[in-house]
């Protein structure tokens, strides 16, 4: 069975950091391109990050480039989402996606976890 | 950036009945167009990719149409677990969502 699981949520105070992790399992990991997106409350979905298979490119739209770094290890099936200089509009659900190609960016996702929560309060 | 706007925000069908939902981009996507459900307190899941093919194991109830800037979701019965929140997205660009399309019993 295919299976996203994300974990690192939880409440931090605005300007800080956060590290997610989403551990992958049921398909060959290395061979596909994954997303991070979020859900604000009550919100819609936001894309906030993607990255290749073989973790040589990365891309995030301008709301979080410079704040949000995505990162995978291979070797671990895991997929990285560090985000520092948190805001509370950094508030919301995370959702590690897989997307059905190697390289491309432009995709949808075909496969989800369950999510985990990102708080930024003081 | 490209803008989706899903319509109507709110969606009464009854069950048994036919619902479309619409979405239209602010410039051509091509058919590189996705719709997800999502059910309360649960992830989205894939129903169609390419505009019109669904999903593995998606029930053929649901089906998709449409290419450039206007594009339809449509589910020809209602069952009472299709109601939920649909999205649009597209990935012709970067990936941008629609607002969402709330489908409630009527």
């Known amino acids: 069975e295919v299976q996203l699981v994300e974990s690192g949520g939880g409440l931090v105070q605005p300007g800080g950091s956060l590290r997610l992790s989403c551990a992958a399992s049921?398909?060959?990991?290395?061979?596909?391109?994954m997303s991070w997106v979020r859900q604000a409350p009550g919100k819609g979905l936001e894309w906030v990050s993607g990255?290749?298979?073989?973790?040589?490119?990365?891309y995030q739209p301008d709301s979080v480039k410079g704040r949000f770094t995505i990162s995978r290890d291979n070797s671990k099936n895991t997929l990285f989402l560090q985000m520092n200089s948190l805001r509370a509009e950094d508030t919301a659900v995370y959702y590690c996606?897989?997307?059905?190609?190697?390289?491309?960016?432009?995709?949808?996702?075909?496969?989800w976890g369950k999510g985990t929560t990102v708080t930024v309060s003081s | 950036e490209i803008v989706m706007t899903q319509s109507p925000a709110t969606l009464s069908v009854s069950p048994g009945e036919r619902a479309t939902l619409s979405c239209r981009a602010s410039?051509?996507?091509?058919?590189?167009l996705a719709w997800y459900q999502q059910k309360a307190g649960q992830a989205p899941r894939l129903l169609i990719y390419?505009?019109?093919a669904r999903a593995t194991g998606i029930p053929a109830r649901f089906s998709g149409s449409g290419s450039g800037t206007e594009f339809t979701l449509t589910i020809s019965s209602l069952q009472s677990e299709d109601f939920a929140v649909y999205y649009c997205q597209q990935y012709n660009y970067w990936p941008v969502f629609g607002q969402g399309t709330k489908l409630e019993i009527k």
């Open positions: 990255i290749s298979s073989s973790g040589g490119s990365t």
């Open positions: 049921g398909f060959t990991f290395n061979k596909f391109a």
């Open positions: 996606a897989k997307t059905p190609y190697d390289t491309s960016s432009y995709s949808y996702m075909d496969v």
């Open positions: 390419g505009a019109s």
């Open positions: 410039q051509s996507v091509s058919s590189k």
